[in-house]
């Protein structure tokens, strides 16, 4: 197994010269350093004295995060999991076979890991199925193309004439031009911006929720949206679709861009028809469940840090980046805390929930059974497995700094990089009851090139990257379940806008 990781003791025995109780710089791409150098001829003044920190760091943590880092480094059990599960099981819809024996999977590792309480909680989940899938341009080429998960099928082919639109709120003002048509929006994911640390995605993913909805209104036939994504060598990208139930349902997919282009540039000089068949289906709810299992809290096990990813998968590619990889990522730091023979005072719960990508109900199902219980926090990996950045945090000022004054713990695990806004889809619910939600934070500025399409495969995750990872996750969840914190009613928790 080739492992590049980084020698953490070598850099902890650095870092520890410094103070842990300093904030850390920032590590966004938009940090700028203010210049320090001062003019020959003008005397430096003295620095101002350091601010008290928020948080005094207990000198115990030091070492503690010295045991996480020496049983990550040169370590290769996350990605061989992450290998063996995409290797064995690969994709993971929910409603598949695949995705239950890859649930089965996990409760065995688990338990092989020693930890305690593993079981299967029952959840019901949608079960859509993909089917026959093809389009092409009458008198032209094939495209490339993945019906929208949730879609309904084309009953058999159908072909029409397309109208090409750039935005979601353009296709209202086609009125009748789009009766009987299959409208195509081509809206374009811009790069990342490293500056702002914005993947555009937010901002984007609208055509796929509502473009059904939206072009139905007009009277059109079907819809195929650009793919999710600012890069694409010919692939397409699925992802979930919306309806409405006062508008017809019409189907939907996804073109690679290479296509919407191609379609686009068609279009621009005359009219263009497309043969389209679609063949997905929604059958009746499947039994699934979610994966559990705990390190309980030497004080105070009543009191749970969650910590987890989703195991459903679209059902394209392997499903490592999203996320096989933060399922691997929770399951590897508690097996790092219990390596490094580290119990915390609250219990560390590791749930791997079921039905994100198209329907949330894991998430929803374990705030159904769980949401009255004392959650200290949560922690969310379901942004790929790049290189170790940080956290992103909901989570109220007081909170925050708190989080803040930890830094220097993390610079050792190149994962002090900390910004407002996160948690993750998930853990959503426990958020809204004002829980502290924090979303494990790699290097996302090439995440949206494999989600969701055939390129999401473990040959993309960097062993070193995946492990750093899970030891970042595993301090961050050391300190929840060790920091002061009682629990209080959740209006008097609730997290800061």
Known sequence: MRLALRSWGLLFVAAAALSCREAPPSTSPDATAPSTVEPADTPAEAPAPEPEPAVAIPEAWKEVTAKIAAAAEGNSTAWERLATMADTFGHRLSGSKALEDTIDWTLEVMRSDGLEAVRREKVMVPHWVRGAERARVIGGRELNLLGLGGTVGTKGTIRAEIVVVDELDAIASLGDAAKGKIVVINKAMPPFDAAEHNTFYGET??????????????????????????????????????????????????????????????????????????????????ESGNAIGEL?????????????????????????????????????????????????????????FTNEENGLRGGKAYHAAHG?????????????????????????????????????????????????????????????????SVGLHPDISHY?????????????????HLEGNAAAMALMAYILAERDWERTSPAATQAAP
């Open 448 to 464: 949206f090139d494999l989600h969701h399409s055939p390129a999401d495969t473990v040959d993309k995750i960097d062993p070193a």
């Open 205 to 286: 993913v609208q055509i796929r929720g509502r473009g059904a909805i939206e072009a139905a209104k007009v009277g059109a036939k079907a819809v195929l949206i650009r793919s999710v994504t600012a890069t694409s060598l010919a692939t397409p990208h699925t992802g979930a679709m919306h309806y409405a139930d006062d508008v017809p349902k019409i189907p939907a997919a996804a073109l690679s861009i290479e296509d919407t282009e191609h379609l686009a540039r068609l279009a621009a000089k005359g009219p263009v028809k497309v043969e389209l068949l679609l063949s997905g289906k929604t059958l009746p709810d499947a």
């Open 296 to 352: 309980r809290g030497r004080e105070r096990p009543e009191e749970i840090v969650v910590i987890g990813g989703h195991i459903d998968s679209w059902d394209v590619g392997d499903g490592s980046s999203d996320d096989g990889a933060g399922c691997v990522m929770a399951m590897e730091a508690v097996r790092l805390l219990k390596a490094a023979g580290l119990r915390p005072r609250r219990t560390i719960r590791v749930v791997l």
């Open 372 to 436: 009255g219980e004392a959650h200290a926090g949560a922690i969310e990996a379901d942004v790929g497995a790049g290189a170790p950045w940080g956290f992103s945090v909901t989570a109220t000022d007081a909170e925050f700094a708190e989080l803040e004054a930890y830094g220097g713990l993390f610079r050792v695990l190149g994962a002090d990089g900390l910004k407002r806004g996160g948690g993750g889809a998930d853990i959503s619910p426990l958020t809204r009851d004002g829980v502290l």
